[in-house]
């Protein structure tokens, strides 16, 4: 089931064409509207009409998050304020925030996107869709709101929280999708076991997680706990927000709508431009946007681009998970550690709860990393015996995977914060 067949299964040599054609356009309209950007171009010596391929897209300077924090709040939109019909923001972690705007254009694009994503988990006009992504500043669960209904179904706006209460919905309302973080998801899942819901009376059949990395493991463990197929979503609030890729049906890659963004992986240390297949730095070029449009943006994200085609018949390119992101990555007395690695690891090993944490701090001039994770109530009260080998298990097979030496503590159920939106993982004392 497609969303938009004619532009999901666009045969390549079609879906270049267009793309030339309005990344020409958006070219042009940076070029004539930004001030930004036309010094940028004027300083790299190029002009519109440079642009006469899509490999001419690599002349253009890339764009950072840095660009849209220099022109805070609006300096980078390409149209007039009265166009502008919302705006979002993105919480930094430093000062203030990235705020994005967005024209009627913009928002009914962005509900296309959010539609298709939809329809590859499943979704259709009789569906119900619970968004318990947080409602808000965040792009969320707007964004997931106007797509919901643009699709026809019925949208529940719960926003993120209040778990008791988002059952009881999901149960009474006979919510068929549910959408949030994959670390609320599981959280949902737990709560609806603790509860002692049977899980008869829970109808979901698809989930549609997304804002934070997931890894295959967690995902496994996300679908057998509520009965569900959990499809990946992709996004970021300076792109768009969700709906810039998401899974199939065949779960293998995400499908990036390319008749809406241009990606590119790039090296992040030295921005050469990396072939299919490898893995680097997701760079995003939007050429159907009007408030907000950025010409080769540095998400920072890692992940790979596939070209292969793919059994579900879209013809879009699929990224691979996102890994993490290169500002996530821990140097830990030199090794490049990314959360995701150490998650691996310890849904690998499947004797913990899939809550973890990792401790970064510096003591003596030396990288030291702890990771605590949970076990389940009947192991804590088991022998102190069985702990230790585990323990020494996880610490042992971190050591193989990735070099280095960690402490693991294994703490009790529950010690460790649930998140209802993007979990935080990394609680790195060395910054602090
Ligand atoms: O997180 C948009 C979103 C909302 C996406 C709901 C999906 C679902 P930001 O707050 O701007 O926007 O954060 C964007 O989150 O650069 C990635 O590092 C991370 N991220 C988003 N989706 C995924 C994903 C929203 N599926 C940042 N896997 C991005 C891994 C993701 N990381």
């Known amino acids: 089931m497609y969303w938009n067949k004619t532009r999901e299964c666009m045969q390549r040599e079609q879906l270049k064409a267009y793309q030339l054609q309005k990344l020409k356009e958006t070219i042009d309209l940076v070029y004539h509207n930004v001030e930004s950007y036309r010094h940028k171009m004027q300083q790299a010596g190029i002009i519109p009409e440079d642009i006469k391929t899509l490999d001419d897209l690599k002349k253009l300077p890339f764009t950072t998050k840095q660009d849209l924090r220099d022109n805070y709040p609006n300096g980078l939109f390409a149209t007039p304020e009265s166009e502008i019909i919302r705006i979002h923001a993105s919480s930094g972690t430093t000062g203030k925030p990235t705020v994005v705007g967005y024209t009627r254009r913009d928002i009914a ?12 988990a499943g979704g259709k006009k009789n569906s119900v869709v619970q968004v318990a992504y947080g409602y808000g500043l965040f792009t969320g669960g707007l964004g997931f709101h106007y797509g919901t209904e643009k699709l026809g179904a019925m949208v529940i706006p719960v926003s993120g929280g209040n778990t008791k209460r988002q059952i009881m919905l999901m149960k ?20 609806i076991e603790e509860m002692g819901l049977d899980r008869n009376e829970i109808k979901l059949k698809a989930g549609i997680f997304g804002a934070e990395p997931c890894t295959e493991n967690m995902r496994k463990e996300i679908e057998q706990k509520l009965g569900i197929k959990a499809h990946d979503i992709y996004g970021l609030s300076e792109v768009i927000g969700p709906g810039v890729a998401c899974e199939c049906s065949y779960q293998n890659g995400l499908h990036i709508s390319e008749d809406f963004f241009i990606p590119e992986i790039i090296d992040p240390v030295t921005g050469e431009t990396l072939p299919p297949g490898q893995k ?5 070029t939007t050429i159907d946007k009007e408030a907000l449009p950025v010409i080769r943006y540095r998400t920072r994200d890692i992940t790979s681009l596939n070209y292969e085609p793919c059994p579900c018949g879209r013809t879009f390119a699929r990224l691979g998970k996102i890994m993490g992101r290169t500002d996530d990555m821990l140097i830990i007395r030199g090794v490049n550690v990314f959360p995701s690695q150490i998650e691996s690891v310890l849904m690998a090993v499947g004797e913990t709860e899939p809550h973890y944490q990792l401790i970064v701090d510096r003591t003596d001039n030396l990288d030291s990393l702890e990771i605590r994770v949970e076990v389940s109530e009947k192991l804590f009260a088991d022998e102190v015996r069985k702990l230790e080998d585990i323990r020494k298990k996880i610490a042992s097979n971190i050591y193989t995977t990735l070099g280095i030496n960690v402490n693991v503590r294994l703490v009790e159920p529950h010690t460790i914060e649930r998140s209802e939106g993007k979990a935080k993982r990394v609680i790195d004392k060395r910054k602090l």
């Open 109 to 120: 694009n962005w509900a296309e996107l959010i539609a298709r994503c939809l329809t590859m």
């Open 172 to 191: 009474d309302l006979k919510t068929t999708i549910l959408a949030c973080t994959p670390s609320y998801a599981l959280h949902i899942a737990e709560t």
């Open 280 to 284: 680097g730095e997701l760079v995003i």
